[in-house]
C-alpha cells in the first residue's frame, strides 16, 4: 500500500452501522484513487486503523475481496481506541495501515464442503470469507454456518441474516446462550449446537472464530465429528502494535501472528508453543 | 583492502571536533555513576576505558521518536468536515558513535535481520542505520559478566562497525571495517598505521586469552523449547525477578516497541518508544485476557526470544551480543547465562520403576 508501513492510506467513513450496544461496523473508501483502485486483499486479513491522538488497533477487514465498493470493519468498544472509534460518524476521516497479515486459502478449499463456526465479534472474520464463497458459489460444496451470540440483541450483522437463512444454497443455524422472547431459533452453546448439526467431516473444512473459550470447545466438539487438526482453521486475536512482524507484542514462539498469521490450521496452533 | 591509520591518544578530541563538523557525534561519559553516550562536548570530554552502563541504541534506535505528524484541517465553509493532513518524519541526522564496544555494534546486527530484511523494510531504522558509524574500540580483557564469546563474537570482534580502533603505544591503531568507515579517515590527524598491526594484533589476542571460559549455549533453542511447559522451572528461574525491565531497557538486542498518539489540539505526533516485554502490560488483550500474564511466562518468553526463537529463525544466530549489562544491572542478580544453562541441563526427573 506504502513504502513507509507505518504511514496510514487516508479513508472516509461513507457508513456507520450500530450492529449491537458495543459493536459498530465501518464502511470505508480509500480517499486516493490510485490506492483505491489498486487495493487487493484476501479474505482473513487484517488492518490497522487509526485513532489520531489515541492510536491504533488491529481490525480484520470483513468484507470480501468481491465487493470492494467499500472496506469494511466492526469495532467492539473495550478500550482507548475503540472507543475513540465509536465516535466517529460518516463523512470522518480514518487512517488505514491495510492488508496485513495472511488470508484464509480459499483456493485450497475448493471443491470442500464448508462449516463456518462464529461467536460474538468472531463472525466477522467469518464474514468476509462467507460473503467471498456466496460471491464464488459454484467453486465450493455445501456451505454450513453455525452462528451465535450471548443474546439476540449481541448479535452483529442482523441485517444480513434473514437473507442468509433464505438462501437455498447456505445451511444457516443461528443460537443463543439462553431462551429470549421471541427467538424462533437455537438455544444453546455454539459447541453442543454443533454437535446437534452433526456436520460431516469428508472433504470438509471448518473455519471457527470467536472467544477463546469458545474456539476451545468448539475445537473439541470439531474433533468429536471426526475432523482432523488439518480441516479445523480459525484466525487469533492478539495485542498487536506495529503489524509487520518486528515490535515483538504477538509472538507465538518463532510465529508472529500480525505476518504469519492471524489464519492458522489448528495442526500449525498444535505444533507452537502452548502461549495462546 | 581495510585501510589502517593511528591516531595519537591526544589528538582523539580534535578528531571528534572535526567529525562534529558533519555529524553528530555520541560518546560515552560520565553521569553521576552512570557511563552513558552523549553528543560530544569538548568541555565534558569521553569516558572510553570501560564498557558504557547503557549501550548507544539512541542513535539507530532512540528511546522515542516521532513516526508521523497529523493535523486536522476544518474547513471552515462546512465545520463538520474535517480533512486529515498525515505527514511521515523521516529521520536525516547522520550520527558518529564513538568508544563503543564491539558487542554494542554488533547488536544492531541483530536488528537488522528484523528490521530490514523482513518482508517490510522499517523506513524509519533503515534511514537511521545508513546515517549512523560505528567507531568501536577493542576489549582490553573482559569483565566477569561478559561473554561475547559466547554467543559467536569477541573483544575485538568488528561485525556492526566502521572503524575499529585498537590502543596501541601513544594511541590507537584504527582499521576500516566497512568501506564507507573510510570516509572517517579523511583527518589529517590520522596517519599511516600499517607499522603498528602486529601490537594491535597482540592486543587482541591478549584480550581474546583473557576472557573467561565461555558457556556452551549449544542447542538452546530446542533445549528452551523442551521446558516451555515446565512450570516449576520457570517459577524458579523468575523467582527473584521483580518485572523491572533493566534489562531490555540497557540490552543493545532488544527492540521491541510501542506505538501511540499524543494529540495537541488539533494536531498531533505518532510515536514509536522502547517497550519491555517483562512488563504485564505488553501483551494484555483488550479482552482482558493475557498469553503471558505471570513474570515466569514473560522471562520465558524474554530468554526464549535471543536464545530459541531468533536463532530457529536467522540461521542459528543468538539474539544477544554477551555485553553483559542485564546481568551486571539486574537489580537482583538475575543471570541470562544461568537460565539458558539450567534449561540445557535439565533433565526431567525419571519415574521410578515399580
Not at chain 1, 464474514?127 to 467453486?139: A, E, H, I, Q, V
Not at chain 1, 421471541?182 to 470438509?204: A, Q, T
Request: glycine share 8%; hydrophobic share 35%.
Amino acid at each position: 500500500m506504502n513504502s513507509n508501513p507505518y504511514l496510514p492510506a487516508m479513508a472516509t467513513i461513507q457508513e456507520v452501522i450500530e450492529e449491537t450496544p458495543t459493536i459498530k461496523t465501518f464502511r470505508v473508501t480509500l480517499n486516493n484513487p490510485n490506492l483505491k483502485k489498486d487495493f487487493t486483499f484476501g479474505p482473513g486479513q487484517v488492518g490497522q486503523l487509526s485513532a489520531f491522538g489515541i492510536g491504533e488497533a488491529t481490525f480484520v477487514i470483513n468484507s470480501s475481496p468481491t465487493r470492494m465498493d467499500y472496506l469494511q470493519f466492526s469495532v467492539m468498544k473495550t478500550g482507548e481506541v475503540t472507543s475513540m472509534l465509536h465516535t466517529l460518524s460518516a463523512g470522518d476521516q480514518i487512517g488505514v495501515r491495510a492488508p496485513l497479515g495472511n488470508a484464509f486459502p480459499y483456493e485450497d478449499m475448493k471443491g470442500k464442503d464448508i462449516v463456518f463456526v462464529g461467536g460474538g465479534i468472531g463472525m466477522a472474520p467469518l464474514r468476509t470469507l462467507l460473503l467471498f464463497m456466496l460471491d464464488n458459489r459454484k467453486d465450493y460444496g455445501k456451505i454450513t454456518l453455525l452462528y451465535g451470540a450471548r443474546s439476540p440483541v449481541d448479535m452483529a450483522f442482523s441485517y444480513e441474516l434473514p437473507e442468509w437463512l433464505e438462501r437455498d444454497d447456505l445451511d444457516t443455524h443461528l443460537t443463543i446462550d439462553a431462551p429470549f422472547e421471541g427467538w424462533e431459533h437455537n438455544v444453546g452453546l455454539i459447541p453442543n449446537v454443533l454437535l446437534d448439526i452433526n456436520p460431516s467431516p469428508k472433504n470438509c473444512v471448518a473455519i471457527t472464530c470467536g472467544p477463546p473459550i469458545m474456539i476451545k470447545f468448539t475445537v473439541q466438539a470439531l474433533a468429536k465429528l471426526g475432523f482432523e487438526d488439518e480441516q479445523i482453521y480459525t484466525t487469533l486475536e492478539k495485542r498487536m502494535k506495529c503489524g509487520i512482524g518486528i515490535c515483538g507484542r504477538c509472538n507465538i514462539g518463532t510465529s508472529y501472528v500480525c505476518q504469519d498469521g492471524p489464519v492458522y490450521t489448528y495442526a500449525q496452533l498444535k505444533k507452537l508453543p502452548n502461549e495462546m | 583492502m581495510a585501510q589502517t591509520k593511528f591516531i595519537k591518544k591526544e589528538s582523539l578530541s580534535a578528531w571528534l571536533e572535526e567529525l562534529g563538523q558533519d555529524h553528530e557525534v555520541l560518546a560515552p561519559r560520565f553521569e553521576g555513576d552512570s557511563i552513558i553516550f552523549r553528543p560530544y562536548d569538548s568541555e565534558k570530554g569521553f569516558f572510553i576505558d570501560r564498557e558504557a552502563t547503557a549501550p548507544p541504541k539512541k542513535a539507530i534506535f532512540p528511546q522515542s521518536e516521532t513516526l508521523l505528524e497529523y493535523s486536522q484541517i476544518k474547513d471552515m465553509e462546512n465545520l463538520s468536515k474535517i480533512a486529515m493532513d498525515v505527514k511521515e518524519t523521516i529521520p536525516t541526522t547522520s550520527y558518529v558513535v564513538f568508544g563503543n564496544r564491539p558487542c554494542d555494534a554488533r547488536g544492531f546486527t541483530m536488528f537488522d535481520r528484523v528490521y530490514l530484511n523482513g518482508e517490510k523494510v522499517d523506513v524509519y531504522y533503515k534511514a537511521r542505520r545508513e546515517n549512523t558509524y560505528f567507531i568501536t574500540l577493542s576489549c582490553e580483557k573482559g569483565e566477569a559478566t561478559c561473554f561475547c564469546n559466547a554467543v559467536g563474537s569477541g573483544p575485538s570482534d568488528p561485525s556492526g562497525s566502521d572503524l575499529l580502533m585498537t590502543p596501541v603505544k601513544d594511541g590507537y591503531y584504527i582499521e576500516s571495517v566497512s568501506k564507507r568507515g573510510e570516509e572517517l579517515l579523511k583527518s589529517s590527524l590520522l596517519t599511516d598505521g600499517s607499522k603498528m598491526k602486529a601490537e594491535a594484533d597482540k592486543y587482541k589476542k591478549a584480550a581474546n586469552a583473557s576472557m573467561n571460559k565461555a558457556p556452551d549455549f549449544t542447542g538452546s533453542p530446542e533445549k528452551l523449547l523442551a521446558v516451555f511447559d515446565n512450570g516449576a522451572f520457570w517459577e524458579e528461574m523468575s523467582d527473584k525477578c521483580i518485572s523491572c525491565g533493566a534489562c531490555t531497557y540497557l540490552c543493545p538486542t532488544c527492540y521491541c516497541f510501542n506505538i501511540t498518539d499524543e494529540a495537541n489540539g488539533l494536531k498531533g505526533t505518532r510515536i514509536r518508544s522502547w517497550d519491555n516485554c517483562m512488563s504485564a502490560q505488553f501483551t494484555s488483550e483488550a479482552s482482558g485476557h493475557n498469553p503471558r500474564p505471570a513474570k515466569a511466562n514473560r522471562l520465558k518468553n524474554r530468554v526464549g526470544h535471543k536464545f530459541s526463537y531468533y536463532p530457529d529463525l536467522h540461521g542459528g544466530v543468538i539474539s544477544c551480543c554477551g555485553c553483559g549489562r542485564c546481568i551486571k544491572s539486574c537489580p537482583v542478580g538475575v543471570d541470562i547465562r544461568q537460565i539458558v544453562l539450567s534449561a540445557i541441563a535439565y533433565k526431567p526427573a525419571t519415574k521410578k520403576e515399580a
